[in-house]
């Protein structure tokens, strides 16, 4: 028997801490109600922990995600002529009911049921036949890469409490910080962390990379492109593996 889905705003908590602003976790937190920060928590554990934080998302990440709440998706064949969502939207305006979709369009996950739209970028449910929006208005020019139909059976949408376990994130992203310190002295990783008014906010640097960016202005994506201000200690091990990358790709300049 197929469940009904309820569309939702994107739930970001009322903590720093509850937020995750891509559009992965946002559209699972649409249809679980679960916080973006938790819906990335999900995403990542049920792909097995392979990333420290939750950015771009694949599809099969996002089907995972999905099976473990319960949701199935089923892929919708895009007709040849259909190249623009809103294309997409005007063929099926009278067949899409209350059915919802999760849609990739100009690389970016939404959810559609009927008329509603709502994504990481509206963050609250638009009515597109009542409401003008100007973001909804740009992405309905984008290309439409991927459609599916969501459904869920059984018992429904469900929230994996197992996969939330808080005394889990307490000690181990922690851990996995110190041991990424020891395994790469050449980096000269180092880490600060304040509390603002009751929010834990993480300063993390590499004085390696700080001398090749003083000296190499030319490519100073690390200082232009990264803020290095994180909240949590899986976004300081998520700057520290981004360290290495640039480190490996730029230690040539190291003079």
Same mark, same amino acid.
């Given at each position: 028997?197929?469940?009904?889905?309820?569309?939702?705003?994107?739930?970001?908590?009322?903590?720093?801490?509850?937020?995750?602003?891509?559009?992965?976790?946002?559209?699972?937190?649409?249809?679980?109600?679960?916080?973006?920060?938790?819906?990335?928590?999900?995403?990542?554990?049920?792909?097995?922990?392979?990333?420290?934080?939750?950015?771009?998302?694949?599809?099969?990440?996002?089907?995972?995600?999905?099976?473990v !709440? =319960?949701?199935?998706?089923?892929? %919708?064949?895009i007709p $040849?002529?259909?190249? *623009?969502?809103? #294309?997409?939207?005007?063929? @099926?305006?009278?067949?899409?009911?209350?059915?919802?979709?999760?849609?990739?369009?100009?690389?970016?996950?939404?959810?559609?049921?009927?008329?509603?739209?709502? !994504? =990481?970028?509206?963050?609250?449910? %638009?009515?597109?036949? $009542?409401?003008?929006? *100007?973001?909804? #208005?740009?992405?309905?020019? @984008?290309?439409?890469?991927?459609?599916?139909?969501?459904?869920?059976?059984?018992?429904?949408?469900?929230?994996p409490?197992?996969?939330?376990?808080?005394?889990?994130?307490?000690?181990?992203?922690y851990?996995?910080?110190?041991?990424?310190?020891?395994?790469?002295?050449?980096?000269?990783?180092s880490?600060?962390?304040?509390?603002?008014?009751?929010?834990?906010?993480?300063?993390?640097?590499?004085?390696?990379?700080?001398?090749?960016?003083?000296?190499?202005?030319?490519?100073?994506?690390?200082?232009?492109?990264?803020?290095?201000?994180?909240?949590?200690?899986?976004?300081?091990?998520?700057e520290?593996?981004?360290?290495?990358?640039?480190?490996?790709?730029?230690?040539?300049?190291?003079?």
């Open positions: 028997m197929v469940k009904h889905l309820k569309i939702r705003p994107v739930n970001h908590g009322t903590k720093i801490s509850h937020r995750n602003g891509y559009c992965g976790p946002a559209v699972l937190s649409i249809l679980t109600g679960m916080t973006t920060a938790e819906s990335a928590k999900v995403i990542n554990a049920s792909n097995g922990n392979l990333k420290h934080y939750i950015k771009a998302t694949s599809t099969r990440e996002m089907r995972k995600a999905f099976s !709440c =319960g949701i199935d998706m089923a892929e %919708i064949k $040849k002529h259909i190249k *623009t969502l809103d #294309k997409w939207l005007d063929d @099926t305006e009278y067949s899409r009911k209350d059915n919802m979709y999760l849609a990739s369009s100009g690389h970016h996950w939404l959810i559609i049921q009927g008329y509603n739209y709502v !994504c =990481g970028m509206t963050e609250n449910i %638009i009515n597109m036949e $009542k409401e003008k929006n *100007t973001y909804v #208005k740009k992405i309905r020019r @984008t290309h439409l890469q991927e459609i599916y139909l969501l459904e869920s059976y059984s018992k429904g949408v469900k929230i409490t197992d996969l939330l376990s808080k005394d889990k994130d307490k000690i181990k992203p851990n996995k910080v110190k041991v990424f310190q020891k395994k790469h002295p050449e980096l000269k990783l880490y600060d962390v304040e509390t603002y008014d009751s929010e834990k906010i993480y300063y993390v640097g590499s004085d390696t990379l700080e001398k090749i960016a003083d000296n190499n202005p030319q490519i100073d994506d690390y200082r232009d492109e990264r803020y290095h201000i994180v909240y949590s200690w899986d976004e300081v091990l998520e520290f593996s981004f360290f290495k990358d640039y480190y490996y790709k730029h230690k040539h300049l190291i003079t």
